[in-house]
């Protein structure tokens, strides 16, 4: 019971980590992941907050995710949507309204700040192995077993199709979009190292 008990707290504590690096680097304006940015785009276009837009868009890959498996939409995926949306929105609102960054040097720094957080936050979440996944995960792996490409090429098809939808939406896609796709994947291998393969090294090894 302690071990789910430490889980779950573990799950929620990544979650509420990748809000917290989304909102800094949204907040940095050089450039957000391509879902991130198409959450602003659409907030800025049409209305609403940005979390709201996580729900919408969540909700939406979880039917394209069960559309694409042939099955019913795993409703219990839009449990960490609701999370990452409803403290997406709280920390933007309330915690990190003074973050408005204004010379280029404090826009990155900000920006490679939220990018480390956002690694941390994935990498906790990712060790957790709770078989509750966020949408995009879900269209990912979703896409691998239909087309039988490799994980990576999944994601990075995914990613794409977020690209787009972004520049439709006329998010903020920049230079801090390109850093975030070529180093988050291997930031979150390195926290995970550091996290968690090398305390067990090191708890073996005593």
Same mark, same amino acid.
């Given at each position: 019971?302690?071990?789910?008990?430490?889980?779950?707290?573990?799950?929620?504590?990544?979650?509420?980590?990748?809000?917290?690096?989304?909102?800094?680097?949204?907040?940095?304006?050089?450039?957000?992941?391509?879902?991130?940015?198409?959450?602003?785009?659409?907030?800025?276009?049409?209305?609403?907050?940005?979390?709201?837009?996580?729900?919408?868009?969540?909700?939406?890959?979880?039917?394209?995710?069960?559309?694409?498996?042939?099955?019913?939409?795993?409703?219990?995926?839009?449990?960490?949507?609701?999370?990452?949306?409803?403290?997406?929105?709280?920390?933007?609102?309330?915690?990190?309204?003074?973050?408005?960054?204004?010379?280029?040097?404090?826009?990155?720094?900000?920006?490679?700040?939220?990018?480390?957080?956002?690694?941390?936050?994935?990498?906790?979440?990712?060790?957790?192995?709770?078989?509750?996944? /966020?949408?995009?995960?879900? $269209?990912? #792996? !979703? *896409?691998?077993? &239909?087309?039988?490409? @490799?994980? +990576?090429?999944?994601?990075?098809? /995914?990613?794409?199709?977020? $690209?787009? #939808? !972004? *520049?439709?939406? &006329?998010?903020?896609? @920049?230079? +801090?979009?390109?850093?975030?796709?070529?180093?988050?994947?291997? $930031?979150?291998?390195?926290?995970?190292?550091?996290?968690?393969?090398?305390?067990?090294?090191?708890?073996?090894?005593?």
């Amino acid at each position: 019971m302690r071990q789910v008990a430490s889980k779950i707290a573990s799950y929620i504590l990544g979650m509420a980590l990748i809000s917290f690096g989304v909102v800094m680097i949204i907040r940095a304006d050089v450039g957000a992941a391509p879902w991130d940015a198409l959450n602003v785009g659409l907030q800025q276009q049409i209305g609403l907050t940005i979390g709201s837009w996580v729900f919408i868009v969540g909700f939406i890959l979880i039917l394209i995710a069960a559309a694409v498996k042939r099955t019913y939409p795993q409703l219990l995926n839009f449990i960490p949507v609701v999370l990452v949306g409803s403290l997406i929105d709280f920390f933007n609102g309330y915690v990190l309204t003074s973050l408005n960054p204004v010379q280029p040097f404090a826009k990155y720094g900000a920006f490679l700040g939220g990018l480390l957080v956002l690694a941390m936050g994935i990498a906790i979440y990712l060790n957790t192995k709770v078989p509750i996944r /966020t949408p995009h995960d879900d $269209l990912t #792996l !979703a *896409l691998n077993k &239909k087309l039988n490409w @490799s994980v +990576g090429a999944a994601k990075t098809l /995914t990613e794409i199709l977020g $690209l787009v #939808l !972004a *520049l439709l939406a &006329k998010g903020p896609i @920049s230079f +801090g979009t390109l850093i975030s796709v070529a180093l988050l994947g291997p $930031l979150i291998n390195m926290f995970i190292f550091l996290l968690f393969h090398r305390t067990r090294n090191s708890g073996d090894a005593s």
